[in-house]
Nanobody
Framework: QVQLVESGGGLVQPGGSLRLSCAAS????????MGWYRQAPGKQRELVAR???????NYADSVKGRFTISRDNPKNTVYLEMNSLKPEDTAVYYC????????????WGQGTQVTVSS
């Protein structure tokens, strides 16, 4: 059974920072591409960042230069460091295992809420 558990969300002021974590089990983590997606109210779920097993990364234009995705294979954990947060970053952030740039993987976490507000 694949399990992905996100943590680290919360309420922050514009310009602030958060570090999200996703702990994975039930997969061969070191061989799995991992992604972070987000969904804001009234909008479609979108890819935020993706990291392949070899370490290469992709970012949405809206977060490039502000967010960093990384992975710690011995801990089976993928991170999303978010800096210079904006109100438009407010969304539920989801961890995803597998997939590619065009198709998400079949495994999702429950999500963690990120709210950026004054």
């Amino acid at each position: 059974q694949v399990q992905l558990v996100e943590s680290g969300g919360g309420l922050v002021q514009p310009g602030g920072s958060l570090r999200l974590s996703c702990a994975a089990s039930g997969i061969i983590f070191r061989l799995s591409a991992m992604g972070w997606y987000r969904q804001a109210p009234g909008k479609q779920r979108e890819l935020v960042a993706r990291i392949r097993s070899g370490g290469s990364t992709n970012y949405a234009d809206s977060v490039k230069g502000r967010f960093t995705i990384s992975r710690d294979n011995p801990k089976n954990t993928v991170y999303l460091e978010m800096n210079s947060l904006k109100p438009e970053d407010t969304a539920v952030y989801y961890c995803n295992a597998g997939g590619n740039l065009y198709y998400s993987g079949e495994s999702w976490g429950q999500g963690t809420q990120v709210t950026v507000s004054s």
